[in-house]
């Protein structure tokens, strides 16, 4: 998938400089990404669902805050989904895998080395003006950049809604209406950041139902010069692969929206999302 953000996820500050997540390529290229631990914390956010009990285990620096023993899928979604790990002291600890899985939001532009220069001049001058003439501006700066990002979901259907340790088995339909709900979720998804709210929706998505329990585009969505790599794309297509695979793309999002239409079969965001939502329903009620 690929949505359009600007400054979605920071780091450790350095001083008064608010830093970006950021990786390195090539010959020193930096790319900022948005964690897939922050991805996974506004899906669960905007998920709808009961959040998971708590316990915190050990004492003083050693503490881990984690599910508690209570935690169980049939009773809270965001542990089917995105799995737990329960440590009780002298017992072997519990642990679920996450059925599903993200990558990190990766930019697809460089970053240049933009800042935003800050101070809280209004306050200071509103605090000085009712008598504190000693209030001073703070100062600080924040990098910023705006940029296309990519990323990658995976759900295993075979497991969502199974835990071997629990011996808990869910009905179809509500291993179904799991999947269709996270759907819904991740079509409209956003991130709240530093005052603003950042629409994380795609304006473009690829993806289907397959055998194969493999993020098979990770490598392969890429953008240049404002235009899909749909060459990339159509690279790993086999035959059985496009024939299970729906493309969804935003009118002018890109400056070659025709030629994905054309040669990937594009279609609206919300008609692959509800397409998407039925082979999922499919899948659940032939199994």
Excluded at 101 to 126: P, Q, V
Excluded at 139 to 165: C, K, P, V
Excluded at 186 to 198: A, K, P, V
Aim: hydrophobic content about 35%; glycine content about 8%; proline content about 2%.
């Amino acid at each position: 998938m690929i949505f359009l953000a600007e400054s979605a996820n920071y780091g450790e500050s350095l001083g008064n400089v608010a830093s970006l997540k950021k990786i390195t390529r090539g010959k020193g290229e930096q790319y900022t990404y948005i964690s897939r631990q922050a991805l996974r914390y506004n899906i669960v956010e905007q998920l709808g669902e009961p959040l998971a009990s708590l316990s915190a285990e050990g004492s003083g620096a050693k503490q881990v805050i984690q599910f508690d023993q209570h935690a169980t899928i049939d009773k809270y979604p965001e542990v089917d989904l995105f799995g737990y790990m329960k440590t009780v002291k002298g017992d072997n600890a519990l642990t679920r895998s996450a059925k599903v899985r993200l990558s990190n939001a990766i930019s697809l532009e460089t970053y240049k080395g933009d800042t935003d220069f800050l101070t809280n001049m209004g306050l200071a001058k509103r605090l000085r003006e009712n008598g504190n003439e000693k209030a001073m501006n703070s100062i600080a700066q924040s990098e910023i950049h705006r940029s296309f990002y990519r990323y990658t979901i995976t759900a295993d259907l075979d497991e969502i809604g199974i835990d071997h340790n629990g011996e808990i088995t869910l009905p179809n339909e509500e291993r179904s209406r799991r999947v269709q709900k996270l759907l819904d979720t991740i079509q409209y998804l956003y991130r709240d950041i530093r005052g603003r709210r950042e629409n994380l929706q795609p304006l473009f998505v690829v993806g289907g139902v397959y055998e194969r329990k493999n993020p098979l585009f990770e490598n392969v969505v890429d953008v240049k010069q404002n235009k899909i790599d749909v060459d990339k794309i159509e690279g790993v297509l086999t035959d059985k692969i496009r024939n299970e695979t729906l493309v969804g793309v935003v009118k002018d999002a890109f400056e070659n929206t025709a030629e994905i239409n054309q040669v990937l079969d594009g279609k609206k965001i919300p008609q692959v999302f509800e397409e998407l939502k039925q082979k999922v329903a499919d899948y659940y009620e032939g199994n």
